[in-house]
């Protein structure tokens, strides 16, 4: 191989006038050239230059800056929308970046398959407008829709607002394309809802965050727009109370439960007295807050039903209290106790923050813990919990006020440990990438680790792609 | 290794011998000993006497029966209740059979989860009952429900009944078990909804047949109970319309739409005149018969709703004729009219069937030109459609009536190249085993067969578990 008989910078120097030869001006930018935008993602990382961007504006062109690269032993870093938390996008020094945002736009919308075919690097949103305008809907949705990119969103297997009733990203994918580390590029595009003819290979690169392959283009399972939404926020006394009423829910409200947001009460608090533009849609004090949402079909017969459905929960002593949505705008208002959290950095300034999965019944003594663990180390801490709580997913905020420089290992370590103890899982629905490496083992069975080294080394034998994401031990 | 150095016959007496030191006389049967029913799955492929059956009665026993067979170089053929069609389960002379028959139970319910722990050798019904009894629904349900597997449906990625509203049996999947063809057991038993944390592992084998592992236990993800369940049996003039009609059915029924079955003019003949106890539940004749069910959450306000949602298609033309079932007996006839296709084999004999996929709106195209080339081919067919046309999966029978042998590998070469020329799928849920192997090519890409082939290897390097099924080629 090239790069066994030569330096390192030989190999990158070689590899870029590979590059040179198949790319244009526009598609190939080096040092200096490059954008201050492709030195990092979201993750609050310090900045990386890495030795190049390649911004190829085909499926084939992936594959080729793929091949290329893997021929001169140069890893590649994909990155799309650069909006993820966990570091997965980060470059690395001496690295290639594949960015996919020039490889944008809808193929093809079915809509007797239900189905639009997309290029990774097409926006969320832009995938969304393009169904709504078919009279569809694209069940995914997250606070980053305007600037990330499809091909991301299946790459860390996005969650997002309405998993508990549609299902995580990769749960609306039919049919994906892909590039292998060694460049084949390999097409699936499958659009039938049912297909079981051999080994399910989507799966391998949907969740994995670009360790595995590149993502270049998906069939996404579009949905018939609701013809409704109705909401309200609930008061409870205690966690029995909100673990009844989901139950409640999801036999009351069934497939129609599109949102169960709990918000513990020093979150409310924050949430409703400091976050500017945001009221309390109820009187306190109650010892739990919950946003429920559901999604109907006609806004009469179903706003009747939702409506009853609360009276019966109020009647029967499971809610003490409770504020039904008469409009739109109190329902955005509604969703602003929520994602008030967004927020906190304007108020709190740099904060710890979480997205950890815990089994639903231990949502609450695993906060009484965490509370109680974080508060004997940091005496002045102040943790704040909420969360997609029907999905089991829990949103942890944690800090010392007024303080220099925030202990973030500390707390990392206190509240990944809980995680732990209680049979949690580290990332709900953000990723490993990073920051969570080495807390995977906290999830993860050692069996299933080794697996996921085998599984690596046997697609990516030279760990050429997104190298050290997820997985921290170099594959042999 | 020990194989290397003896004759395979050496190897497999050696085999015996071990296990017979692991596992106790009834777990352990040979030769004559072996029942006639392990001889066989439901495939209609000749008996083959496997050296052996283990039986174990844990997870770990499954992963030593494995290790055992692994060490001395002899393939393991997994069994669980032997209902599949495709011949995954097919014994192989000179390779020992691991059944999960006594690996059987509940292991745990969690309400507040909504989720159950199962061992993987359960029959799907006891599982359901489990469930029922507990207050929820195990959405996977299909005809051998009594006598099939948890462990097998997962392994085949089973389709069913549901499939519209709930999804393929994976996608009920939270957690899994299984163990590694060298006899590694990896526990991933995640009973979270939102789960990010590195790569999902499970993926790779539900639906691969048992060729990566054998499953032995899982995580299933439970759903409520629906509140009523409402049918109408229509007839449409159509293919145009009864694309119509499933699109209204997304939009008006939503997410409570739970079937939505077609039947040709051939099949419904076939159904509703030559089998007995089935009546037609409307006059004929129509281009086309839709079977449509809902399960609402109410019975007074979702039947009401269901029927406005008729009377509608009937006033704008979409349907000619229909038929609202009044009582629980009617829905039971309804389902008569798609569930005589069982019976076909008691007064038409021998005949080729297939469950293939295809995109919706080629549907009824791929239909025709099935059948003339059929009937070019083979003057005298009789062949006939129906299926589960909302999620793409369509069942023809074919056979020359009277003949005393059928051309069954002339009907399938006839069928999958016409599967191949509309973009359809030569499997949309019974898998590809033995009898579908040298046609999966004519739905899945070179480059995803390589790569198909690259995974087997990477974990199967041997080629011992269950080899031969779903991919032909020997790996390397």
């Known amino acids: 191989m090239l790069h066994d008989t030569q330096t390192a910078e030989g190999a990158r120097n070689a590899c870029l006038s590979a590059l040179a030869s198949r790319f244009s001006a526009s598609a190939l930018l080096a040092g200096e050239e490059i954008p201050e935008r492709n030195l990092q993602d979201s993750s609050f990382l310090p900045p990386v230059r890495p030795l190049a961007v390649v911004r190829p504006d085909t499926a084939e062109g992936v594959a080729d800056a793929m091949r290329i690269c893997a021929e ?21 020094e001496g690295a290639v970046v594949v960015s996919l945002e020039r490889f944008t736009g809808i193929e093809e919308i079915d809509p007797d398959s239900a189905t639009i075919t997309v290029r990774a690097g097409t926006p969320l949103e832009t995938v969304q407008r393009a169904a709504d305008e078919a009279g569809f809907l694209i069940a995914l949705d997250l606070g980053a829709r305007g600037s990330c990119q499809i091909g991301g969103n299946l790459a860390t297997n996005a969650g997002g607002n309405r998993v508990i009733r549609y299902g995580m990203a990769k749960e609306m994918v039919l049919g994906l394309e892909y590039v292998l580390p060694d460049g084949t590029l390999v097409t699936g595009l499958n659009k039938m809802l049912k297909n079981n003819a051999g080994f399910d290979l989507k799966q391998l690169f949907l969740g994995s965050e670009g360790t595995l392959g590149i993502i270049t283009r998906a069939v996404l399972r579009l949905y018939p727009k609701p013809g409704c939404t109705h909401a309200a926020i609930c008061g409870l006394a205690s966690y029995a109370d909100v673990t009844e009423l989901l139950s409640r829910a999801r036999r009351g409200l069934g497939p129609m439960l599109s949102a169960f ?30 946003l429920v949402e559901m999604q109907g079909l006609d806004a009469e017969i179903d706003g009747a039903r939702f409506e009853r459905w609360i009276e019966t929960a109020f009647e029967d002593g499971v809610i003490e209290d409770a504020a039904v949505a008469q409009s739109t705008a109190d329902i955005t208002a509604f969703w602003r106790t929520r994602d008030a959290a967004g927020e906190f950095v304007t108020f709190l300034g740099a904060h710890a923050a979480f997205d950890i999965g815990l089994p639903v019944p231990v949502m609450d003594i695993f906060a009484a813990a965490c509370r109680e663990k974080l508060a004997t180390a940091l ?12 999905d089991g997913n829990m949103h942890v905020v944690a800090l010392i006020p007024g303080a220099a420089s925030q202990p973030m290992s500390e707390i990392d370590a206190i509240v990944y440990d809980q995680v732990r103890a209680f049979g949690g899982t580290v990332s709900a629905e953000h990723g490993i990438g990073l920051k969570k490496r080495k807390y995977l083992r906290y999830t993860r069975t050692e069996a299933e680790m080794s697996l996921m080294a085998r599984l690596k080394r046997a697609l990516d034998p030279a760990n050429l792609l997104n190298p050290g994401k997820v997985l921290e031990a170099e594959p042999e």
Chains 1, 2 share one sequence.
């Open 379 to 390: 005496p002045d801490v102040l943790s704040l919990f909420y969360g997609h709580i029907a």
């Open 72 to 92: 001169h032993g140069v890893p590649v870093v994909p990155q799309g929308g650069l909006t993820g938390l966990a570091g997965g996008a980060r470059p690395i």
């Open 261 to 290: 947001e709990v918000m513990w009460p020093d979150y409310w608090e924050a949430a409703t007295v400091r976050v500017r533009g945001v009221r309390a849609p109820i009187n306190g004090p109650h010892g739990f807050y919950v």
